[in-house]
């Protein structure tokens, strides 16, 4: 990857800006200008929030776009939105799902449901190299290549419905990739026998090669598996289950007061599948899970948990019930002896505090303190973990571990701190991911925008500071400090290790199939025409050979419904059926040039005599 990243030169300009920044404090502070007060009282809860003309945002935001099926970037604190990573959707801004490239990974599919991203690890932290996002409809998982923010590998994850909770390793590295199956299934599923029972169904925990993108094992287990997490020691993942009880009506999934947080042992897995204790379906090993097994213990947590989160010291899992007002703290250094039998399942649990109505997801400061986002009572809930713990083994009438409170508008989902799921946890801004924004933006018809708040959570008290619209739907999100990813500029090994980029125009033909290779260098395509004729599968090879870091290239095929992106020094392609005879503009769609508009080409497509 390093021979594509920017110059050290260019990349030391943030250096040198930050000194100047500095400089200038310490110069503006001599001269008076910044009083000290001013300072201190930065200290207190109040964030620099504003970013002004020019400046950059301290934070990437990824967040993941449900059911429009992409995922999207932005800055915080501004929380404007960068781009939109295209992922299990068409997008005609940048061709997505209209290249043969970006075709071929979606398999035929133009829908998705994207809830979790989240990014590539070395040593409990981020390093900035992907992104991974489940997609819930068709279920599948996607990888992000963080370094040109483009998709780079879907796959199916086999016998699951409802592909839900995604979590990669924390550490050391990130090599597995798990994936929860929310919706219990028959696993052949090929509507024969006994499928209409579903006593025989099962939940499916999906450990995927975070590497080669392939899937490794699927652990089968008798409950549903809900959201996703791993540990910080590379030893565990965690699954909530709130149909613990395998049922298939609400009724039936909210009849026990108690379900499941299912612990999976990576090394009982490991040793499981050297043994060879699984039986292949579908060419997939597949390991049964189930309490005894050895490969999963199964925690009871009250009544239909969603969240799951780690503390970023690695030392709690917090998972909560949505119909219980608690949240339950797992001691992860309890679970050995749980495994080995020392322990009930029951008691890792080392705190399980009230802290109000529909507890879903749980962020945290790095200072102790844990956010829970509360569904019913439309807040954010400050706890401290250690104060709950205590007051857990010595109850004091009265005492609460909660410190503060915070109403948000309206129901919140996810709820995420900045670099919360990374042992740097640095406390300072929290997104709540709310679902219903009612009248908080001009009304724009019934599918209304949802609300992303911005909190700044960098003193005892938290503070709402600003209300961002959000097309549908952010279920989730992470807050990357912007050191950590370094998106960077293609240079020409890109084009030269490319199979098919085009450094010569030609047309060739095969029977009925044309192959145009085509350059694009602005303000000129490589070819000012090219004929075919009525019928011929005809395929397009775009490269891009201008080197300006910005410069991209549209590729549009006037009423043949073709139109995609290529960047500098990229290739693309795409194959069409020439079934329209007649004279066809092909033009750049991009803004490219002072020229721009005079980027075109003429498609000539020969009538049948
Ligand atoms: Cu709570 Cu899919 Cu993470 Cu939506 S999930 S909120
Ligand atoms: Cu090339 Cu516009
Ligand atoms: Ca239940």
Not at 248 to 255: D, E, K, N, V, W
Request: hydrophobic share 35%; proline share 5%.
């Amino acid at each position: 990857m390093s021979k594509y990243w920017l110059p050290k030169t260019l990349r030391s300009r943030r250096g040198i800006l930050f000194t100047f920044l500095t400089a200038s404090i310490a110069t503006a502070l001599v001269v008076g200008i910044v009083s000290v007060p001013s300072l201190v009282e930065a200290k207190k809860n109040k964030l620099r929030t504003e970013v002004h003309p020019g400046e950059l945002d301290d934070y990437y935001g990824f967040f993941s776009g449900g059911h429009s099926g992409e995922v999207r970037v932005l800055g915080l604190p501004s929380m404007r939105l960068l781009k939109r990573i295209a992922v299990f959707n068409v997008d005609t801004g940048s061709g997505w799902g209209i290249t043969n490239e970006s075709k071929a990974m979606m398999g035929g599919m133009i829908v998705g449901d994207t809830h979790h991203c989240h990014g590539s690890y070395k040593d409990g932290t981020y390093d900035g190299k992907y992104l991974w996002v489940n997609d819930k409809a068709n279920n599948r998982l996607a990888r992000i290549r963080l370094d040109l923010m483009e998709t780079d590998s879907i796959i199916k994850i086999p016998h699951v419905q409802g592909t839900h909770g995604t979590f990669p390793q924390r550490y050391p590295q990130t090599d597995w990739v798990v994936v929860n199956s929310e919706f219990r299934t028959p696993v052949d599923n090929e509507g024969k026998g006994n499928f209409e029972d579903p006593s025989t169904y099962g939940g499916v925990h999906t450990i995927v090669d975070a590497h080669k993108m392939e899937v490794i094992a699927q652990v089968i287990v008798p409950c549903n598996l809900d959201l996703a997490g791993t540990d910080y020691q590379g030893k565990y993942s965690f699954a909530t289950s709130y149909n613990s009880e395998g049922g298939a009506t609400i009724s039936q999934m909210l009849a026990r007061d108690r379900d499941w947080l299912v612990v999976f042992n990576w090394d009982a897995i490991k040793q499981a599948l050297k043994k060879g204790s699984y039986k292949v379906v579908d060419g997939v090993k597949m390991l049964d899970g189930k309490p005894g097994t050895g490969l999963a213990i199964y925690i009871p947590i009250p009544k239909n948990p969603h969240g799951v989160n780690i503390s970023p010291d690695g030392k709690y899992a917090i998972a909560s019930g949505k119909v219980s007002p608690t949240a339950s703290v797992i001691a992860i250094d309890k679970l050995a002896d749980a495994f080995a039998g020392k322990i009930k399942p029951k008691d890792c649990i080392v705190a399980e505090p009230q802290i109000g109505l529909g507890p879903l997801h749980t962020t945290f400061d790095g200072r102790g303190n844990a956010y829970t986002s509360l569904f019913i009572d439309s807040q954010i809930v400050k706890w401290n973990i250690q104060k709950a713990i205590d007051l857990y083994q010595h109850p004091k009438e009265g005492d609460t571990a909660v410190v503060d409170r915070l109403d948000i508008h309206y129901q919140v989902g996810h709820t995420m701190a900045s670099m919360a799921e990374t042992k740097e946890a640095d406390g300072k801004f929290l997104v709540s991911l709310n679902k219903i924004s009612k009248d908080r933006f001009l009304n724009v018809g019934p599918l209304k925008p949802e609300n992303d708040q911005l909190v700044d959570i960098s003193g005892k008290k938290m503070r709402l500071i600003e209300d961002e619209p959000s097309y549908v739907e952010p279920h989730d999100c992470i807050i990357v400090r912007r050191d950590l990813v370094e998106p960077h500029v293609l240079d020409r090994a890109v084009m030269d290790e490319h199979p098919l980029a085009v450094h010569k125009n030609a047309i060739e033909r095969d029977g009925n199939k044309v192959t145009v290779h085509l350059t694009a260098n602005a303000p000129v395509y490589g070819m000012q025409k090219v004929e075919v004729n009525e019928g011929d599968e005809v395929t397009f090879i775009v490269t891009n050979h201008d080197e300006i870091p910005d410069l991209s290239h549209g590729f549009c095929i006037s009423e043949y419904n073709i139109n995609f992106v290529v960047g500098p020094f990229q290739t693309k392609s795409v194959t069409f059926t020439a079934d329209k005879p007649g004279m066809y503009w092909i033009y750049c769609t991009n803004f490219c040039h002072a020229l721009h508009l005079e980027m075109r080409l003429r498609l000539l497509v020969k009538a049948k005599a």
